[in-house]
């Protein structure tokens, strides 16, 4: 199949087209080409115009796009280019499988669990309706609603709600390693609000199970079955990495560091994936304990 990412030099996207490659032809949309054919192999094929594209030769389109939501302080500024880079992409690509005359038949989008909004510890899953009216509901919300227009008798739209998503090569652990190392780690704030994680090579079996089954459409949660509180992640990365885990952050402090921005550490989700459950899927990495046990000796390699 004919398969369109964007987002290719992302987190998830450069750990994804690899699996994509092996069986499919992949075409990456990115502003910098270069920077697609070092992180990921001068084989792929790199664009960096959507006008460059003929959709109607695209079976799947995969769109993981967006400014870095952790990348700077939350200033008016910020929070626009944080949606405007999802938003306005994401319409841009709904235009175009909507204009073709034989669309992709599949679209699948990101999102993430930030869509529900701060929550207190009870299971929720994709039924879940009672949001929490802030920043990150409002961008995941409009961002789900533009993609879910491409939805068609020919086209199937699959939404993703990412949650925190664990890697060796990047992302948060790569960003809380350190601290640990040096006996800095510890929970945030009081350690009861819940942290709802994935494996990477579960959100990337995730993403390769709705490309091959074709009759999946609709949200998927893309967290491990097993969320677990701040303190018992904390607890667990510090043993882990044979390191003490008494340095706690203060809510307040974040607060003044981060802003608005430190809300998203403050407070919580504890969400369930049911929907790729129910649909089959099977997670490699269910437990956060062997989870840190593959990610952290792949980090150290």
Same mark, same amino acid.
């Given at each position: 199949?004919?398969?369109?990412?964007?987002?290719?030099?992302?987190?998830?996207?450069?750990?994804?087209?690899?699996?994509?490659?092996?069986?499919?032809?992949?075409?990456?949309?990115?502003?910098?080409?270069?920077?697609?054919?070092?992180?990921?192999?001068?084989?792929?094929?790199?664009?960096?115009?959507?006008?460059?594209?003929?959709?109607?030769?695209?079976?799947?389109?995969?769109?993981?796009?967006?400014?870095?939501?952790?990348?700077?302080?939350?200033?008016?500024?910020?929070?626009?280019?944080?949606?405007?880079?999802?938003?306005?992409?994401?319409?841009?690509?709904?235009?175009?499988?909507?204009?073709?005359?034989?669309?992709?038949?599949?679209?699948?989008?990101?999102?993430?669990?930030?869509?529900?909004?701060?929550?207190?510890? +009870?299971?929720?899953?994709?039924?879940?309706? +009672?949001?929490?009216?802030?920043?990150?509901?409002?961008?995941?919300?409009?961002?789900?609603?533009?993609?879910?227009?491409? +939805?068609?008798?020919?086209?199937?739209?699959?939404?993703?709600?990412?949650?925190?998503?664990?890697?060796?090569?990047?992302?948060?652990?790569?960003?809380?390693?350190?601290?640990?190392?040096?006996?800095?780690?510890?929970?945030?704030?009081?350690?009861?609000?819940?942290?709802?994680?994935?494996?990477?090579?579960?959100?990337?079996?995730?993403?390769?199970?709705?490309?091959?089954?074709?009759?999946?459409?609709?949200?998927?949660?893309?967290?491990?079955?097993?969320?677990?509180?701040?303190?018992?992640?904390?607890?667990?990365?510090?043993?882990?990495?044979?390191?003490?885990?008494?340095?706690?952050?203060?809510?307040?402090?974040?607060?003044?560091?981060?802003?608005?921005?430190?809300?998203?550490?403050?407070?919580? +989700?504890?969400?369930?994936?049911?929907?790729?459950?129910?649909?089959?899927?099977?997670?490699?990495?269910?437990?956060?304990?062997?989870?840190?046990?593959?990610?952290?000796?792949?980090?150290?390699?």
């Amino acid at each position: 199949m004919n398969i369109l990412i964007t987002g290719g030099t992302g987190l998830i996207g450069s750990a994804l087209i690899p699996f994509l490659d092996n069986h499919h032809k992949v075409t990456v949309l990115s502003r910098n080409a270069t920077k697609v054919y070092v992180k990921i192999g001068s084989h792929i094929h790199a664009i960096h115009k959507l006008s460059e594209i003929d959709f109607n030769q695209f079976d799947i389109v995969i769109n993981l796009a967006g400014e870095g939501i952790l990348k700077k302080r939350w200033s008016k500024k910020q929070k626009q280019k944080i949606e405007q880079s999802r938003w306005q992409l994401t319409q841009e690509l709904v235009n175009k499988i909507r204009d073709a005359d034989t669309p992709p038949h599949t679209f699948i989008s990101g999102s993430a669990i930030g869509f529900y909004g701060r929550q207190n510890n +009870q299971p929720i899953d994709e039924s879940f309706d +009672q949001c929490n009216q802030e920043f990150s509901h409002t961008l995941c919300k409009e961002w789900e609603s533009i993609a879910l227009n491409a +939805q068609s008798d020919t086209t199937r739209v699959c939404i993703i709600r990412t949650g925190i998503v664990l890697s060796p090569h990047g992302g948060a652990l790569c960003k809380m390693i350190p601290a640990y190392k040096f006996a800095l780690g510890g929970p945030i704030a009081d350690g009861c609000q819940m942290m709802s994680w994935i494996h990477i090579d579960d959100i990337i079996g995730m993403i390769m199970y709705l490309v091959e089954e074709q009759s999946l459409k609709g949200v998927f949660n893309a967290t491990a079955p097993t969320p677990v509180s701040n303190a018992e992640f904390s607890s667990m990365l510090a043993e882990s990495l044979n390191r003490p885990n008494f340095f706690r952050v203060p809510a307040k402090i974040l607060t003044l560091l981060l802003g608005e921005m430190a809300e998203l550490l403050i407070y919580g +989700q504890n969400v369930r994936p049911n929907n790729i459950t129910k649909a089959g899927y099977r997670f490699h990495y269910p437990e956060l304990k062997e989870a840190f046990s593959h990610l952290l000796r792949h980090h150290s390699e």
